[in-house]
């Protein structure tokens, strides 16, 4: 593509010999190929303009930059600087750059249930006859392509190449996760989002955003910016922030779903838990339905009525196929997996909870299908929200019988601080480290019909330590020891 027709729409500060064919756009120095375009970003932690040398090495024919910077002379690449917001310059070009992908694109944002969400929507667009697939934290799924990891929400530049690959394969729709973080950098802005969804609002990512209130101003950009003026948003009924949301959605003439128990749209009007599941009476745009969820937990019911209202949304009216295909849906990895039993009867469980809402919604849930002790394994991540730590200890001190504190991702910090700082509102906690010990002495002491959670990475398979990423997986370590324990 030409230079000229990636800068539409850009404010371009310097002026540039001659129209340039460019082969590619990179963030990523090290991804830079021949002919290529490398953006020198800057972040809260890095110079992005310090990895210039290296993308000229590795090819690049154009340097994009803002700020001040000394440009070489007599370079045989070109400079190009621009003016504005730097990551919401990157969203338009990358835009530009890649303007093929879906035409069906739905997001979700809120502190907890958005990979579920994401899913879900994925799964019943599906069963609708569209070609689907979903973007978050388990990665890319769908039915056309290997899945591939990402971000929650990726750079702008990877979030479209993603979206136009899907495209090419044939897919018709794209269910996508919006973190605070992806929201308030651009990441998702021109991607033509059709229909938001809002979850709800709890602590989170305060090392990134310092208050709830900044939290939550990022989280509502997704409404307020980002959605497309046709667009539809599905809200939940049942949080404070619902009126607020509603208010923003109302000045642009944005349409509302709402849903919960106190929904006028999707309206729970009775639940009941049994074995692995929930029966679930609901009223859905005046009709009633009884159905049976294979799921888990208030929060998936939740979880699966936003759902039910993007679709509707995307579909352009309600179809009864969702509905028959609810009894069959499945849980997103990592997400309340249970992962099996011992021989006695106990029964372990992975979850992706790391967040005190989160973590309290599972104990809850759990405490009500246990019928002897409940057990949680869990820990808190290193270079995140410290204040989080001890919320999170009392928690499982309030609502579990044993608890083993462990490392969960800690980065660059000491895992044994973390966990001290855990401990400081749940002492009688037991502490190890080594998360797959701590994982071994919990499965090894379930007495007959304990239950077991194991909390925090869900469907990851590394583990952050210092600089390193160990091979780790919850799911993956749960069953080995089951089946040592079950011989």
């Not at 003026?229 to 607020?244: P, R, S, W, Y």
């Not at 780790?472 to 089951?482: G, H, P, Q, S, T």
């Given at each position: 593509?030409?230079?000229?027709?990636?800068?539409?729409?850009?404010?371009?500060?310097?002026?540039?010999?001659?129209?340039?064919?460019?082969?590619?756009?990179?963030?990523?120095?090290?991804?830079?190929?021949?002919?290529?375009?490398?953006?020198?970003?800057?972040?809260?932690?890095?110079?992005?303009?310090?990895?210039?040398?290296?993308?000229?090495?590795?090819?690049?024919?154009?340097?994009?930059?803002?700020?001040?910077?000394?440009?070489?002379?007599?370079?045989?690449?070109?400079?190009?600087?621009?003016g504005?917001?730097?990551?919401?310059?990157?969203?338009?070009?990358?835009?530009?750059?890649?303007?093929?992908?879906?035409?069906?694109?739905?997001?979700?944002?809120?502190?907890?249930?958005?990979?579920?969400?994401?899913?879900?929507?994925?799964?019943?667009?599906?069963?609708?006859?569209?070609?689907?697939?979903?973007?978050?934290?388990?990665?890319?799924?769908?039915?056309?392509?290997?899945?591939?990891?990402?971000?929650?929400?990726?750079?702008?530049?990877?979030?479209?190449?993603?979206?136009?690959?899907?495209?090419?394969?044939?897919?018709?729709?794209?269910?996508?996760?919006?973190?605070?973080?992806?929201?308030?950098?651009?990441?998702?802005?021109?991607?033509?989002?059709?229909?938001?969804?809002?979850?709800?609002?709890?602590?989170?990512?305060l090392?990134?955003?310092?208050?709830?209130q900044?939290?939550?101003?990022?989280?509502?950009?997704?409404?307020?910016?980002?959605?497309e003026?046709?667009?539809?948003?599905?809200?939940?009924?049942?949080?404070?922030?619902?009126?607020?949301l509603?208010?923003?959605?109302?000045?642009?003439?944005?349409?509302?779903?709402?849903y919960?128990?106190?929904?006028?749209?999707?309206?729970?009007?009775?639940?009941?838990?049994?074995?692995?599941?929930?029966?679930?009476?609901?009223?859905?745009?005046?009709?009633?339905?009884?159905?049976e969820?294979?799921?888990?937990?208030?929060?998936?019911?939740?979880?699966?009525?936003?759902?039910?209202?993007?679709?509707?949304?995307?579909?352009?009216?309600?179809?009864?196929?969702?509905?028959?295909?609810?009894?069959?849906?499945?849980?997103?990895?990592?997400?309340?997996?249970?992962?099996?039993?011992?021989?006695?009867?106990?029964?372990?469980?992975?979850?992706?909870?790391?967040?005190?809402?989160?973590?309290?919604?599972?104990?809850?849930?759990?405490?009500?299908?246990?019928?002897?002790?409940?057990?949680?394994?869990?820990?808190?991540?290193?270079?995140?929200?410290?204040?989080?730590?001890?919320?999170?200890?009392?928690?499982?001190?309030?609502?579990?019988?044993?608890?083993?504190?462990?490392?969960?991702?800690?980065?660059?910090?000491?895992?044994?601080?973390?966990?001290?700082?855990?401990?400081?509102k749940?002492?009688?906690?037991?502490?190890?480290?080594?998360?797959?010990?701590?994982?071994?002495?919990?499965?090894?002491?379930?007495?007959?019909?304990?239950?077991?959670?194991?909390?925090?990475?869900?469907?990851?398979t590394?583990?952050?330590?210092?600089?390193?990423?160990?091979?780790?997986?919850?799911?993956?370590?749960?069953?080995?020891?089951?089946?040592?324990?079950?011989?």
């Open positions: 593509m030409l230079l000229s027709q990636i800068f539409q729409g850009i404010e371009v500060k310097t002026s540039y010999p001659h129209d340039i064919d460019v082969k590619s756009m990179e963030l990523n120095s090290k991804k830079v190929e021949k002919g290529g375009l490398f953006i020198a970003l800057s972040g809260k932690k890095q110079d992005g303009k310090k990895y210039i040398p290296d993308a000229i090495t590795k090819g690049a024919s154009v340097i994009v930059y803002d700020g001040e910077f000394d440009v070489p002379q007599n370079s045989a690449v070109v400079f190009v600087k621009i504005g917001d730097m990551r919401e310059n990157i969203a338009k070009m990358a835009a530009n750059f890649y303007p093929q992908i879906p035409t069906l694109v739905s997001a979700i944002t809120g502190t907890n249930g958005k990979t579920s969400i994401a899913d879900f929507t994925r799964q019943m667009m599906s069963v609708l006859g569209y070609k689907s697939a979903s973007i978050g934290t388990i990665g890319v799924v769908s039915d056309v392509m290997d899945n591939i990891e990402t971000l929650t929400t990726p750079d702008s530049i990877t979030l479209h190449q993603i979206l136009t690959e899907l495209k090419s394969a044939g897919v018709d729709y794209v269910s996508m996760e919006a973190s605070s973080v992806g929201i308030e950098q651009y990441r998702m802005d021109n991607v033509n989002i059709k229909v938001a969804g809002f979850t709800n609002f709890t602590q989170d990512h090392d990134y955003h310092l208050t709830m900044n939290y939550l101003e990022a989280k509502k950009q997704l409404f307020s910016r980002i959605l003026n046709d667009g539809t948003a599905v809200l939940n009924a049942d949080i404070k922030e619902f009126d607020e509603k208010d923003i959605c109302d000045k642009r003439n944005i349409n509302v779903i709402s919960g128990y106190n929904g006028k749209d999707i309206k729970i009007i009775s639940r009941t838990a049994h074995g692995d599941g929930q029966s679930l009476c609901l009223e859905i745009f005046g009709e009633k339905y009884d159905i969820l294979p799921l888990i937990g208030e929060f998936q019911a939740m979880n699966v009525l936003c759902a039910v209202g993007m679709v509707t949304a995307l579909n352009g009216k309600f179809d009864r196929k969702i509905v028959e295909y609810l009894p069959n849906i499945k849980g997103a990895c990592g997400r309340l997996d249970k992962v099996g039993k011992l021989n006695n009867g106990a029964t372990v469980y992975v979850d992706y909870a790391h967040t005190p809402d989160a973590l309290e919604n599972v104990l809850k849930t759990m405490r009500c299908h246990t019928q002897n002790k409940l057990w949680v394994v869990f820990g808190c991540g290193g270079d995140r929200d410290k204040t989080k730590r001890p919320i999170m200890g009392e928690i499982a001190h309030n609502l579990a019988d044993k608890i083993i504190i462990t490392d969960d991702n800690p980065r660059s910090e000491d895992g044994k601080q973390i966990r001290k700082e855990i401990m400081v749940c002492p009688d906690a037991v502490s190890i480290g080594d998360r797959i010990e701590a994982i071994e002495y919990a499965i090894s002491h379930l007495d007959k019909d304990d239950m077991l959670v194991i909390a925090g990475k869900g469907h990851e590394g583990q952050k330590i210092g600089d390193m990423e160990i091979p780790m997986n919850d799911i993956v370590e749960a069953k080995r020891l089951i089946e040592k324990y079950n011989k």
